[in-house]
């Protein structure tokens, strides 16, 4: 089974500085798709960025980007110039190549951001 | 483009009821996922519907059911309700393919007492 995991349970980051979170991974899929969201106190759960196994190039969505090490099956989340907008819970999640899979998450990174 | 809608936003209800969520997708997705998130975890996969028909379930009981209907909104109902289902639900709608992206609705805090 896939799981996911995300070691940090909080983190906190200064204003307008950048801040790494983390997530390992477990698969013996070749063909998968990875996914950062955040989740605000507001509830729902937005896709922040999302990455294709078979790509080597990090994806990128303006100030955040991932650093993707397949072999090391690790998927870290970069915030550049974090701002207080940016405060929330970080799930790192899983999903199987295929038509119509489910996501696995982690259990989750609550972001504080410092004024 | 109308986003993901759920109903009710909160509610409440007595250990051994049931209960019935709901679900309306994004507009062109054919695809619904429900999770159920506990406070401090993150979202677990309960089951999955495309095309009206259970496309996929996670480790939760029979109680958890769900129907799909011609207008790809969803149901989530859950029977004989237990102090442990007390939790955020939350829907996703997607289009069926490789990579579908899921997008989330608000949710449902259910509150079992």
């Known amino acids: 089974a896939q799981t996911v995991t995300q070691s940090q349970p909080e983190m906190s980051v200064q204003e307008a500085e950048t801040v790494t979170l983390s997530c390992t991974y477990d698969t013996s899929e070749s063909d998968y798709y990875l996914f950062w969201y955040k989740q605000p106190p507001s509830r729902q759960m937005i896709l922040v960025i999302r990455q294709e196994a078979y790509k080597q190039q990090n994806a990128t969505e303006n100030r955040f980007s991932v650093n993707f090490q397949k072999a090391a099956k690790s998927f870290s989340l970069k915030i550049s110039d974090s701002q207080l907008g940016d405060a929330a819970m970080y799930f790192c999640a899983y999903r199987r190549g295929g038509a119509s899979e489910k996501l696995v998450f982690g259990k989750g990174t609550k972001l504080t951001v410092n004024p | 483009e109308t986003g993901v809608t759920q109903s009710p936003t909160h509610l409440i209800k007595t250990r051994g009821q049931q209960v019935t969520l709901r679900c309306s997708s994004q507009s062109g997705h054919n695809t619904v996922s429900w999770y159920q998130q506990a406070l401090g975890q993150g979202p677990q996969f309960i089951f999955q519907?495309?095309?009206?028909?259970?496309?996929g379930r996670g480790n939760f009981p029979p109680r958890f059911s769900g129907l799909q209907f011609p207008n790809y909104s969803s149901e989530l109902n859950v029977n004989a309700l237990e102090l442990d289902d007390s939790a955020l639900y939350l829907c996703?709608?997607?289009?069926?393919?490789?990579?579908?992206?899921?997008?989330f609705g608000p949710g449902t805090r259910l509150t079992v007492t």
């Open positions: 996703a709608s997607s289009l069926a393919g490789w990579g579908g992206e899921q997008y």
């Open positions: 519907y495309y095309r009206e028909e259970e496309n």
